[in-house]
């Protein structure tokens, strides 16, 4: 069971960090990608860090966002910057195959594994 934490409340501008957390299963095999999703709209695709460590992230987050890994402590981080307003949704982490496509790491069909999701708001 995945589980996120780390949401909050951010003024814009400001930073948050959050984590992916699994017991039992190992980030280093698999892509791990964090998603969001904002009141009344569609989940969407944030970022995503593959079993052999590259990176995969959506343009409207480019160089604001960072994922990143600590394979001994089996989490996932998603560093959050120069956050928005626009940034404000329910984040969760989703797990899937070892080293998915680009293709296929922004899909949310390629993720069996999903988290809670941890709320993420940004004030203006």
């Known amino acids: 069971q995945l589980q996120a934490c780390g949401g909050g409340l951010v003024q814009a501008g400001g930073s948050l960090r959050l984590s992916c957390a699994a017991p039992?299963?190992?980030?280093?095999?698999?892509?791990v990608a964090w998603f969001r999703q904002a009141a009344g709209k569609e989940r969407e695709f944030v970022t995503a860090i593959r079993s052999h460590g590259t990176t995969v992230t959506a343009d409207s987050v480019k160089g604001r966002f960072t994922i990143a890994r600590d394979n001994a402590k089996n989490t996932v981080y998603l560093q959050m910057n120069t956050l928005k307003p626009e940034d404000t949704a329910v984040y969760y982490c989703?797990?899937?195959?070892?080293?998915?496509?680009?293709?296929?790491?922004?899909?949310?069909?390629?993720?069996?594994?999903w988290g809670q999701g941890t709320l993420v708001t940004v004030s203006s």
């Open positions: 039992g299963r190992t980030f280093s095999r698999s892509t």
């Open positions: 989703a797990v899937g195959g070892g080293s998915l496509i680009t293709s296929s790491v922004m899909r949310l069909s390629s993720y069996d594994d």
